[in-house]
């Protein structure tokens, strides 16, 4: 297990001490995602005229929206990925009985060739 990072990150203007358990530059990824949601808002006049309780409660309502859509996607990516899993299974499962249908053909036309060739040889010994 990694130890322990403790970083320094700026976010919305304001210098905080972070740590965790994580890479720095997961942590660092982490609070440029929070500077960025806050750029976002910071643009808007509505935002502007909340106060800072509002405007927490609509980044992490945000936040939260991004998180359930990111994880939901996810489910719908895994779900495809388990089809196309069962899909892969079946055409293996049909190449193989292919391959036998196939070989069997073989063998069938192996022993008609076999056949063919004791009856032309019966009839040329008569």
Not at 69 to 97: G, P, V
């Amino acid at each position: 297990m990694a130890g322990k990072s403790e970083i320094e990150v700026l976010i919305g203007g304001k210098v905080y001490y972070i740590s965790g358990y994580e890479s720095e530059e997961y942590l660092q990824k982490v609070a440029s995602y929070i500077n960025n949601k806050i750029s976002d808002f910071e643009g808007e006049d509505a935002y502007k005229r909340l106060n800072a309780q509002y405007q927490n409660l609509l980044l992490l309502l945000n936040m939260a929206d991004d998180y359930f859509k990111a994880k939901n996607r996810i489910a719908l990516l895994e779900a495809e990925l388990s089809q196309k899993d069962d899909d892969l299974c079946n055409i293996k499962h049909e190449l193989i009985s292919t391959q036998i249908k196939l070989d069997n053909a073989k063998s069938e036309l192996n022993d008609k060739d076999i056949s063919i060739a004791r009856l032309e040889t019966e009839l040329k010994s008569k």
